[in-house]
């Protein structure tokens, strides 16, 4: 192992300057790079011992791909910019790739998620929480370089933080490399967010649309995704609109046929919401806000993944893998010294 590469993208958070602290100096062998992703970069970011890169605020893939192609060696790890490394984890992090075989492309780190220990967690922690059972999540993720110069890697149509580091590590795997778990951890504290965060992250559908192009019906099975729900969001939307139809229909014509219509699809909007709300509520503090909060977007999130959904199928349509770049095609599986 000639040296490790640490990427950091990062928008300016106040979580970049705890990340650094608990990151600390790091070894001979090791650089910091850090990706400045601000749309607005009216301050300078200067951070000492770093390299400092200008991002092109097209969102985490893109800061990543900047970064890593600006790295000078072998293995680039990367990590979010809200994460705390845990003490001696630049030391782990050599001993995770030190042990890592020529055929490991990739070695990922141990997320914790810190949650309350006096109540049950709300649905935004428990989102969060995830974050901890997800394979090869880029919040602490390590890659052979050459695995990535084979991949093209990160793809820039995935635009969030969400779904982009499973897609690259199925490319990084079908490369012909293997990932592997590594010792090291870092912390990964709840980030505060506004109340109604669970109904603009539905925007991650375009994202989940993208990737349905790419690689077919099982594309939550190729890429180890879990389930969603996006089947159900689609019959409650789909009983919304029946209803909203069917009572408009009524009043046009005067018809009592359309009312019972109405009331059917009504009923059925309600039922599918209901088991929908209370899914959310069950597990939480169940206190006011939160029940609030979670009967509210349950109505609003339906429709409203429904439509980035459609807006990301209508977008895509006609999307193709990312190729692997023209001067590896052909070429051999690379082994790490060759």
């Given amino acids: 192992m000639t040296g490790i590469s640490v990427v950091i993208p990062t928008l300016g958070r106040p979580s970049l300057h705890e990340l650094l602290t608990a990151l600390g100096p790091l070894p001979a062998g090791m650089e910091l790079i850090l ?69 490991v492309g990739g070695v990922q780190g141990v997320i914790r998620v810190p949650l309350p220990a006096d109540r049950r967690p709300t649905d935004w922690e428990r989102v969060t929480a995830g974050l901890a059972d997800g394979e090869w999540i880029t919040a602490d993720m390590a890659y052979r370089r050459v695995a990535l110069e084979r991949t093209g890697g ?19 795997r079908e490369a012909g490399f293997e990932l592997r778990p590594g010792l090291r951890s870092a912390t990964h504290p709840v980030r505060a ?64 046929g359309w009312s019972a219509a109405a009331g059917v699809a009504a009923a059925a909007w309600a039922a599918g919401t ?36 459609l807006r990301g199928w209508f977008r895509w349509r006609g999307a193709r893998p990312m190729p692997a770049p023209a001067s590896l095609l052909g070429s051999e599986p690379v082994e790490a010294g060759r």
């Fill in 274 to 309: 209901a088991e929908f709300a209370a899914a959310r509520i069950a597990p939480g503090p169940r206190d006011p806000r939160e029940v609030t909060t979670m009967l509210l977007s349950s109505v609003a999130i339906p429709p409203v993944a429904v439509t980035h959904w």
């Fill in 154 to 172: 990160f793809d820039e149509r995935l635009p969030r933080a969400f779904r982009e580091d499973a897609e690259l590590a199925h490319r990084v």
């Fill in 35 to 103: 990706v400045d992703d601000r749309a607005e970069r009216a301050d300078p970011l200067t951070v000492s011992g770093a390299r400092i890169l200008p991002g092109r605020a097209a969102g985490p893939a893109a800061a990543r791909n900047i970064g890593w192609r600006a790295a000078r060696h072998e293995w680039v790890a990367f990590l979010d910019d809200d994460v705390r490394p845990r003490p001696g984890w630049a030391t782990d992090l050599v001993a995770d790739l030190r042990d890592a075989g020529p055929r």
């Fill in 193 to 256: 967010e506004q109340r109604w965060i669970s109904v603009r992250t539905q925007r991650g559908n375009a994202d989940d649309a993208l990737l349905r192009r790419l690689y077919g019906p099982r594309w939550r099975t190729v890429l180890n995704v879990p389930p969603g729900r996006r089947h159900r969001h689609a019959a409650v939307t789909a009983a919304g609109i029946a209803a909203l139809g069917c009572t408009a229909a009524g009043l046009v014509t005067g018809r009592r």
